[in-house]
């Protein structure tokens, strides 16, 4: 019995982080593109980069969230209500902040970078912050009691390498030319690759 209700304690919270994960990367995507139209900006995401998007940061670190190994401590918290729903208060706030703190960083660095350059080479940057954050806060959403510094990666080593390749993948777009026509972005160096990088590690520290 006991061994059942911690493997369903574990069950619980893989869907849940889940959920929130994509919930909140769905929210930053909404906003930063609602930001930009209210405001009369060009759009900062193209249909391609939406769908690279949803295949990158969605899918596969959603699928090794959903798998994530069951916290040592999670016998040590108090049964949860039946009335209790998955979506509560907590959840709610954690999909907020996060989504807007990434749709905020990402607008950020498109406004600053029209200013500086070309519409399509803003694109590239906002969609490279887009891309990193995504997969940066994937570490920050496997526990919703402990920081993010404190868990072990190697405990969800197809998350560690999904989030590797993805981000290899994301870097490439903007160094090889066949994938940059491919997805229709501009090259980016890899000194700006790097502060892009950490602009877009805020979401998973706050989270």
Known sequence: IVA??????????NIRK?????LAGSTGELLL??????????????????LWINLVTDGLP???????????????????SRAESITDHGFLRTMIVTGSLTAAITFLVFF????????????????????????????GARSETKPVWKISLWTNRNLLLVIAVSFLLQIASQQNPMLG???RTSSIPLTDCLVLLAIAALPMFVL
């Open 4 to 13: 059942a209700v911690e493997e369903g304690r574990g069950i619980y919270d």
């Open 18 to 22: 889940t959920l929130q994960y994509l």
């Open 181 to 183: 026509r491919l997805l």
């Open 112 to 139: 600053v970078m029209l200013r500086t350059a070309t519409t399509d080479q803003a694109r590239s940057y906002a969609f490279a912050t887009l891309v990193f954050a995504e997969l940066l806060r994937a570490f």
């Open 62 to 80: 959603a699928l090794c969230l959903a798998t994530d190994q069951i916290d040592a401590d999670v016998m040590n918290r108090r049964p949860r």
């Open 33 to 50: 593109m609602t930001i930009c139209v209210v405001v009369g900006l060009p759009s900062p995401l193209l249909p391609i980069h939406l």
